[in-house]
């Protein structure tokens, strides 16, 4: 019996690692492509009321304009309820996000704090192109799209 108890703890250990991996390569996650003046960037979304409010809102277009050097933000084509969201991250190059008081969405292009901020609320991070947020000066028009899954980011 002390046996069947070691090799059960074993298997469910065994089985927690492997969930645990998987989730950290990112398989399954909802990615989302803003492609702007033949330029592409990829995010890969986080998992929470917000992002899926947004996911379900695509494709749309987005009117950005530069702020305070540091970010590019916009309005969201449609209403967001914050109520479920989890608020509070940390201002980082490469985070999507969406700015509480205003209600806009936008994005890090460079860092912005270290210490968790509870007027931001996380819908994703750059996973690729974040070069081309950085370099775009001013504003621009950009086209807004869930990544399917057969396409590569």
């Known amino acids: 019996m002390k046996n069947f108890w070691g090799v059960l703890a074993a298997a469910l250990l065994m089985g927690t690692a492997t969930v645990r991996a998987e989730d950290t ?6 990615r989302i492509k803003l492609a702007f003046d033949d330029k592409t960037v990829i ?5 929470n009321s917000a992002s899926r409010q947004l ?3 695509l494709p749309a ?8 050097g540091q970010e590019k933000i916009s309005e969201f084509p449609g209403p967001v309820s914050l109520s479920n969201a989890p608020r509070g991250m940390i201002a980082r190059a490469g985070k999507m996000f969406i700015y509480v008081p205003w209600g806009n ?16 609320i996380e819908l994703g991070e750059v ?19 869930v990544l399917n899954g057969d396409e590569r980011p």
């Open 55 to 57: 996911v379900n809102m």
């Open 127 to 145: 996973e690729k192109g974040l070069e081309a947020l950085t370099e775009q000066k001013g504003g621009f028009s950009a086209e807004m799209t």
């Open 61 to 68: 277009k987005f009117e950005f304009i530069d702020f305070a």
């Open 105 to 120: 969405l936008g994005f890090f292009y460079k860092d912005h704090g270290h210490t968790p901020d509870s007027n931001l």
């Open 43 to 47: 995010v890969k979304m986080e998992d």
């Open 25 to 30: 390569k990112g398989e399954g996650a909802m």
